[in-house]
């Protein structure tokens, strides 16, 4: 809803990703539209939460987090 929302990708293709932070919360999300699935699985955006973000995230290096996931999603 919230990529619909915030009109993420391209009409038509659904091929939105978004990446949440969520410090207060302690959680981290990769959503995929449907039109990426077949690319960005759930067993590699939960690879890429596990291996590149909560690493970072454990030492409080938000930005640092955010970077890497962000560079992980688009290799």
Request: overall charge negative; charged content about 25%.
């Amino acid at each position: 809803d919230l990529g619909r929302h915030w009109k993420i990708g391209h009409i038509g293709k659904d091929n939105g990703i978004i990446l949440l932070i969520a410090p207060n919360e302690r959680e981290v999300r990769i959503e995929v539209g449907y039109g990426l699935e077949h690319i960005l699985t759930d067993a590699t955006t939960n690879q890429i939460i596990r291996n590149v973000l909560v690493p970072e995230l454990r030492t409080n290096h938000w930005d640092a987090a955010a970077e890497a996931g962000v560079k992980a999603i688009i290799k």
